[in-house]
């Protein structure tokens, strides 16, 4: 089995959360596997970014751990995701999901919306949880 250590972010403009649509039709999170020994968080932020196409990010916090597993067919055996996510906002109106990630749609959505498009009932629980810790870190800031 393949082990694979990755990141990704929990990306909130107000009361909106960042989803993306892959190639299976699944409504995701932006993350992505760590590379070259780089930092868990600099991994994430590079993800979204490259995901996303957003630029101006912030990193608020932690937001947890998930981690599945599935049978990669390019590379013929099975696969183990560890993702660590990270909380964070933008206040950037302007995206650009990357085609090139396998990405058909995606944009900021409300919290309850997202909540129903989400495919994986880990990430629903994760955006949940971090909607929570964002606002109340945001009345913390504030």
């Given amino acids: 089995m393949l082990i694979r250590e990755c990141s990704g972010g929990v990306v909130f403009r107000g009361d909106e959360v960042f989803l993306l649509k892959n190639e299976k039709n699944e409504w995701v999170l932006p993350k992505g596997a760590i590379r070259n020994n780089e930092l868990s968080v600099d991994a994430a932020l590079r993800r979204v970014r490259a995901e996303t196409g957003l630029k101006s990010l912030n990193v608020l916090s932690t937001a ?5 597993e599935f049978y990669s067919v390019t590379r013929q055996r099975p696969v183990y995701n560890k993702i660590t996510w990270y909380l964070m906002s933008t206040d950037d109106r302007e995206f650009n999901i990357s085609n090139e990630d396998g990405f058909s ?20 629980a994760l955006v949940n949880v971090s909607y929570y810790k964002y606002k109340s870190l945001s009345k913390v800031i504030a």
Avoid at 105 to 124: C, M, V
Wanted: proline residues 4%.
């Fill in 105 to 124: 749609d995606g944009g900021f959505y409300p919290i309850e919306k997202a909540l129903e498009l989400i495919t994986y009932s880990q990430d629903r």
């Fill in 64 to 68: 947890g751990e998930t981690s599945y």
